[in-house]
């Protein structure tokens, strides 16, 4: 449904000067290798809240030089362009008044894309990117290209955090286990057979010669009781 749409800009003052900037209203993470944290452009499409509001992103090592005809056709990310369009909202999303314990920010470049239309997705690292906010209504308005905004180069890090290979974990556990069950049976069958004479017999003899030692304090009922066990 293609709408005709006026390529002219009444009161939009407020909008054709905004600059869309990277947020410093948090703490961490406004920067990452793959996202980037915006304010919300809060309070200057007041003329505009049932209007599309699309978030521009441009890749390149030079400022874009799109055209507003180009800006007022959306285009998905997946087509593979220098730039897409994203973040779809309206006018309404980016009130004046907010509660005053939220942080107004867009979150660019936070999604998976698989059969998600105009996804934000994530950001390249170590890549040059550029937005804006066109409002596409009765008639297209445009902000300001937000200064050059290159993504932290990604980090390889510790290996602990590249995920495991569960698979092959589990079953080389599985086999170590069976493996430390039969040298355990082993070892048990091993003394039942091999060493009975010497480890039970000693054990008994070594009891009985305490019982019998306390219980009669004699030598030789010491040695006669050996025999009788030994049976
Ligand atoms: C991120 O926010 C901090 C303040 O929290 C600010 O000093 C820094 O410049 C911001 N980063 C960018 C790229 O604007
Ligand atoms: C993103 O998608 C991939 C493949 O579909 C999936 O393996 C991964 O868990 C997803 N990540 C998040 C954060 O949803």
New binding site residues.
Partial sequence: HSKTRLFCFPDTAGITSYVP????????G??SYSS??LDQPLCIFNENINDDIWLVVATGSAKPTLTTAELSEPVDQSLRKSYYHTLRATGRDYPCQISSSAVAILAVGSQNCSGISYCNAKLKSNESYWVKFVVLGEYVAETQWSNQ?ITKEYKNFTPNSVPPNTDGMIALTIILGVLLAILLICLIIALLIGSKDICWHRTFDSRNLISWDMGRGSLQAIHNSKDHIYM
């Fill in positions: 900037k990277i947020t410093q209203n948090v703490t961490f406004n920067l980037f944290l905004i």
